[in-house]
């Protein structure tokens, strides 16, 4: 299983499908799937029983997970998209920005 560069709480840009271009925040990273949940991206509609909770079921609306290659790191420091590279920092591994060379 390879690692993947995109955490929860990254900012990233939408490279392909129908939201492409579209600039959020990851709410979830998914490695063993190698997918990520794009806030406001990939918008399905899904239909709930009725519960005890929730007596009235219906349709909701929730953010769906994409594959993470068609999502691109945005670097903290010069807000571009950029490629993700690693170094170790006093004894840390951290990613570093292929731009900029700055760690985030």
């Known amino acids: 299983m390879q690692k993947m560069n ?19 925040k ?8 190698r997918k990520v949940v794009v806030e406001g991206v990939a918008i399905v509609k899904k239909a709930l029983h009725p519960t005890q909770g929730n007596q009235q079921g219906g349709i909701a609306q929730q953010e769906s997970a994409i594959d993470v290659s068609n999502v691109e790191v945005i670097c903290p420091h010069c807000q571009k998209p950029t490629r993700v590279g690693h170094k170790e920092e006093d004894g ?5 920005c292929k731009k900029c060379g700055k760690a985030f």
């Not at 995109?6 to 959020?24: E, P, Q, R």
């Open 6 to 24: 995109i955490k929860t709480g990254d900012t990233v840009k939408v490279l392909s499908g129908k939201d492409k271009g579209v600039t959020a």
């Open 26 to 33: 990851v709410l979830r990273a998914l490695p063993n799937s």
């Open 92 to 96: 840390h591994k951290v990613r570093v």
